[in-house]
């Protein structure tokens, strides 16, 4: 379980303990992800928060992933359910808790995730390269012309940098001068298509 606030981190822990569940804890990804290279048994659930410093838990997920295909994933956030999904930030039918929540609430969808045979952010990943396949066929020349220089700039040093959460807040900050050119370098950043994000804006 990661969770970047320390209160919610012993509460959620300790909500999870009385359920029944080991639970290893860490303060953010990379935290998390020394704990799991430390761990000798399965790990069955990544439940992370979706926003952290640093590193998002979009991520994350992906990066344990590589390591631990097997591992399950369930986001939380104090943002609701709509509002994650829909600036792209997690893809529709992500496994997905709104905080705060109830004890009861928590251990039944950390079981319903347990039981569940889909939602594995490999095929999250998947889809959403196969839905963004046909979109680079239109150009962007015009309309990356139509942002301001300065934006474009401070674009370009964060996708260079890989700087996740940077990225999507420059994105989303031209999304209402050209709503359609942000959701398409939005979906670029939401599958970590860096390299698919410079070849765009070299343009």
Sequence with gaps: MVEDEEA????TKRILGEAGFAVLTAAN???ALRVCDAHEGRIDLLLTDVVMPQTSGRVLAERLALVRPETKVLFMSGYADEAIVHHGTLAPGTHFISKPFRAGDLTKKVRQVLDDDIGHPEVARAQALEEGAS???RPLDDVLQAIPPEVLAR???AVVAARYDEVVALIESIRTGDPELATRLRQKADIFDYDGLRRLLRR
Excluded: H, T, Y
Aim: proline share 0%; no cysteine.
């Design 155 to 157: 674009l370009w040093k």
């Design 29 to 31: 990804a990379d935290d």
């Design 8 to 11: 919610m981190r012993g509460i």
């Design 135 to 137: 979109i680079d066929e």
